[in-house]
T-cell receptor, first 114, second 114 residues
C-alpha cells in the first residue's frame, strides 16, 4: 500500500532563516505531488504541484520554492522566511497520469515563524 | 480560475440529527468534487467524492449530491455522532488528465453535541 511521509511535524523558525520541508511517497511510481498551505482556521491553498522529476508548477507567487529531485521526493524551501509564511503545510500525492484521482495528504508540518 | 464557496462556516447539531453542508463553484469545467474531513491538528482525509456524470452518491451515513446546472453540491450526514465532529472541506477540480487541480472551500466546522 502507498504511504506518504512528511517531516518535520513542527518547526519554529526566526524571520529571515531558511526553510526545508521534505515529503516522500512509498508504494507508487511517478505520482503527482503537491504542496498545500493552510492558514489557521482557513481552507487549503495549492502552492506547487509536480507531475514528474524536475517538473514544478507554481500556483501563487510567493517567498517559497519547490523541487523534485527524485520521483517520490518533494521538497519545499525558502531562502528567507517571512512572518506570513507561518501555517500548516501539507504534502499530498495522487496517482500519476490519472485524471481526478483522489488526493492523499501527509500529516503536515506546522511552521511558526517568529 | 475556480472559486469555491462553502456554507455554513460553523454548524452545531444534536447527536442523531442530520447535517448538511453546501458548496458552490464557479468554473463550469469542473467535474470532480471530493469532500475531506479534518480532525483537529490532523491531515485532511477523503470521505467521499463525486464526478459530474453522477447526481448523487451515498456511503453509509454520508451522501453527496451534485447539481451541475446550478453549480452546487452538498454533503449530507445522517444520524450524526460525536466522532463526526471535525472540519469538512469541499473541493472542485476541472478535468486534467495528468492529475487534479483542486480548489478548496473555506471549510465547515461541524460540532455534534451528545
Amino acid at each position: 500500500s502507498q504511504t506518504i511521509h512528511q517531516w518535520p511535524a513542527t518547526l519554529v523558525q526566526p524571520v529571515g532563516s531558511p526553510l526545508s520541508l521534505e515529503c516522500t511517497v512509498e508504494g507508487t511510481s511517478n505520482p503527482n505531488l503537491y504542496w498545500y498551505r493552510q492558514a489557521a482556521g482557513r481552507g487549503l491553498q495549492l502552492l506547487f504541484y509536480s507531475v514528474g522529476i524536475g517538473q514544478i508548477s507554481s500556483e501563487v507567487p510567493q517567498n517559497l520554492s519547490a523541487s523534485r529531485p527524485q520521483d517520490r521526493q518533494f521538497i519545499l524551501s525558502s531562502k528567507k522566511l517571512l512572518l506570513s509564511d507561518s501555517g500548516f503545510y501539507l504534502c499530498a500525492w495522487s496517482v500519476g497520469g490519472q485524471g481526478n484521482s483522489p488526493l492523499h495528504f501527509g500529516n503536515g508540518t506546522r511552521l511558526t515563524v517568529t | 480560475g475556480e472559486n469555491v464557496e462553502q456554507h455554513p462556516s460553523t454548524l452545531s447539531v444534536q447527536e442523531g440529527d442530520s447535517a448538511v453542508i453546501k458548496c458552490t463553484y464557479s468554473d463550469s469545467a469542473s467535474n470532480y468534487f471530493p469532500w475531506y474531513k479534518q480532525e483537529l491538528g490532523k491531515r485532511p482525509q477523503l470521505i467521499i467524492d463525486i464526478r459530474s456524470n453522477v447526481g448523487e452518491k451515498k456511503d453509509q451515513r454520508i451522501a453527496v449530491t451534485l447539481n451541475k446546472t446550478a453549480k452546487h453540491f452538498s454533503l449530507h450526514i445522517t444520524e450524526t455522532q460525536p466522532e463526526d465532529s471535525a472540519v469538512y472541506f469541499c473541493a472542485a477540480s476541472p478535468l486534467w488528465n495528468a492529475g487534479n487541480m483542486l480548489t478548496f472551500g473555506g471549510g465547515t466546522r461541524l460540532m455534534v453535541k451528545p
